[in-house]
């Protein structure tokens, strides 16, 4: 019964207003994300002593970058500084 519910109950939600796997699939959490206005930024991965050796990334045209230790993912704010 609850199964059928979900089901029901997804399909009555268009698919852009909401970003969920299919049912039955894992849900993943989105890694987190921030958005800055250089192209050059540092990631330590902001938990002090819990984080990771600080790298710096380089944002490339394509709007953003993910951190390879942390996986947290910089945007480039519209209209930053393109250099």
Sequence with gaps: ME????????????????????????????????????????CDGGEGALGHPRVWLTIPAQGFVDCGYCDKRYILAEGADTH
Excluded: C, F, W, Y
């Design 3 to 42: 199964s059928m519910l979900k089901t029901e109950i997804r399909s009555n939600v268009q698919a852009s207003e909401v970003d969920a796997p299919p049912i039955g699939e894992p849900v993943i959490e989105v890694p987190e994300s921030e958005i800055v206005h250089s192209r050059k930024i540092a």
